[in-house]
């Protein structure tokens, strides 16, 4: 292995600009969760459950606008998305700190469907930018710009909470979502390659590229996070079990450290990895975590799991850019978003309905049994056989075979 794939990466055109944006811009989008949480809990004095419904309802939103603002991009361009979710952004971040709380959960809701859609715009940018030959590395850079943001995301925002107060947190994140919007309006990245854009930019129906193995590959992107969401939980709760909280942070910064690793790893790797492989790999090892006692075992055990988290993600991104024509990347990259949101919100609940009827290693279980059945169940459409007609209508260029995007079980 080497660093060639970075090198050759980073020294093509507006690759380096948007890798850097895609850092910044993140961090006050993950910041959104826990700020949410804590304003419902702390400023307007509620319970978590009701914290929890107002995530639940940006989530929601989130999911199900996701895919529509790709379609919007597919059609109408990049700026007139990022026009939109940007000002929807500034209206629902400068209103929502004084919404009571029924007017919150609405707001919530609405403002979930016009979330600023910085990871999916990245992504397919990323595809626009980079060849098929070196997008894995690409990938891999931007998976391990994601686990980054998360690291400094959500600590910013409780140490902004700690300090003066949530309502003020809630503004600092919604002006960084803005300027992000701004920043991407300004920068403008190519949502085609050249040789897409010079295609006639006609609408490539649904049937065209939804298919099985795309199925498969955003059955995978929804298991990893599966997994991810609920280990997260149930992280916490064997900490807590153990009388070990304060090593709580410590070892959450072990395991991103652990993704990063894996990712950097993956970048080099030169045959491509299946998405349901790593997913299922991802699964099985997540499993015997919650065997550990103490916080020492438990960095240790995390390793081999944490190391293919960024991987998974990565590769399901690629399958993603190499199985979709150009003109539906947008929606495509939108609907990977949604099953990433999806897995998360399902993820973590799960694993606390677990830990709550019985200890903390089944939420570990309960995670990875999950994350692997989605996997296995997601293997047979990877072996659907090519229609033999021709291309779809405005399609520029012939999606890519299942095994050059990565997949396994593929039969011709």
Known sequence: MTLEPYRRVLALPGVRPLIL????????????????TLHVVLDLHRGYGAAGLVGAASTVGTALGAPLLGRLVDRRGLRLM????????AVFWGVAPVLPYPALLVAALVGGLLTLPVF??????VA???????????????SMSVELSYMAGPALAVLVIATLSARFAMLLVGAGIVLAGAALYALNPPIRASEEAAAPAEPVPRRGWLRPRLVAVLAAAAATTVVLGGTDVALVAALREAGEVGWTGAVIALWGAYSLAGGFVFGMVRRPLSPLLLTGLLSALTIPVGLAEGWQWLCLTLLPAGALCAPSLAASADAVSRLVPAGARGEAMGLHGSALTVGMA???PLAGAVI??????????AAGLVGGALAVAALPLTRARRPRSGQPPGDPGQPARADQAGLIGVSD
């Open 346 to 348: 399902v993820g973590a």
């Open 82 to 89: 990022l026009a939109v979710t940007t000002v929807a952004e």
């Open 120 to 125: 999916s715009v990245i992504r397919q940018s």
């Open 356 to 365: 709550d009827a019985t200890t903390p290693a089944w939420g570990f279980a």
């Open 128 to 142: 626009a930018l980079v060849p098929e030959s070196q997008r894995r590395p690409a990938y891999a850079l931007d």
């Open 21 to 36: 944006l895609a850092l910044l811009a993140r961090v006050p989008v993950t910041a959104v969760g826990v700020t949410l």
